[in-house]
């Protein structure tokens, strides 16, 4: 009897997961691979996107690192610049003459700083490449159950290394 339980674990940790779904910034992503190609479904709203990659052509390693947003800086800084001008003009003679100029700009300003404080830290991402380097996926750890995440991970890195061998051979990649 504590032989079958304990065979029941083993099995119930060895699952053999295609498939991952999860919601990153407003987005459901629905991530599905069978032996030959990796799809990546995203939908938003009134906007659907779906995307089908070759597995023989990803690399067979999957990089954790710490996602940014790459113009951060760049929308910090005219943030900034345009909340400023809307402080500036509000005190300015030219406030009178145009009393709706620094309201919108003092707007303006601060959902463009919002948006970048909002997106900032983005937290700890798996990367998935092309063979060329090309980034094709980015799966948050955050929101996700770490061993749903693992498996489908795992699952996927193995069937990429199986897809590889059958195009470029028994050669080591």
């Known amino acids: 009897m504590d032989k079958e339980s304990d065979t029941n674990k083993v099995h119930n940790l060895s699952v053999d997961r295609r498939l991952l779904e999860y919601i990153d910034r407003m987005t459901n992503i629905r991530l599905k691979f069978d032996e030959r190609s990796?799809?990546?479904?995203?939908?938003?709203?009134?906007?659907?996107?779906?995307?089908?990659?070759?597995?023989?052509?990803?690399?067979?390693?999957?990089?954790?690192?710490?996602?940014?947003?790459?113009?951060?800086?760049?929308?910090?800084?005219?943030?900034?610049?345009?909340?400023?001008?809307?402080?500036?003009?509000?005190?300015?003679?030219?406030?009178?003459?145009?009393?709706?100029?620094?309201?919108?700009?003092?707007?303006?300003?601060?959902?463009?700083?919002?948006?970048?404080?909002?997106?900032?830290?983005?937290?700890?991402?798996?990367?998935i490449y092309s063979d060329y380097g090309d980034l094709l996926l980015s799966i948050p750890h955050r929101g996700i159950d770490k061993s749903e995440r693992e498996a489908f991970e795992k699952t996927l890195i193995a069937c990429i290394k199986e897809a590889r061998n059958r195009s470029y051979g028994d050669s080591e990649i």
């Not at 023989?56 to 909340?83: C, D, H, M, T």
């Not at 030219?94 to 709706?100: D, G, R, S």
Request: glycine share 8%; no cysteine.
């Open 38 to 127: 990796l799809t990546i479904e995203k939908d938003r709203g009134l906007k659907s996107e779906s995307f089908v990659h070759d597995l023989w052509r990803l690399q067979p390693k999957i990089s954790i690192g710490k996602a940014s947003n790459e113009y951060a800086i760049a929308n910090l800084q005219s943030g900034g610049v345009i909340f400023l001008s809307g402080i500036i003009v509000y005190f300015s003679e030219f406030n009178p003459m145009i009393p709706l100029l620094a309201p919108a700009l003092g707007i303006l300003g601060f959902i463009r700083l919002l948006s970048v404080f909002l997106s900032w830290n983005r937290g700890v991402h798996s990367r």
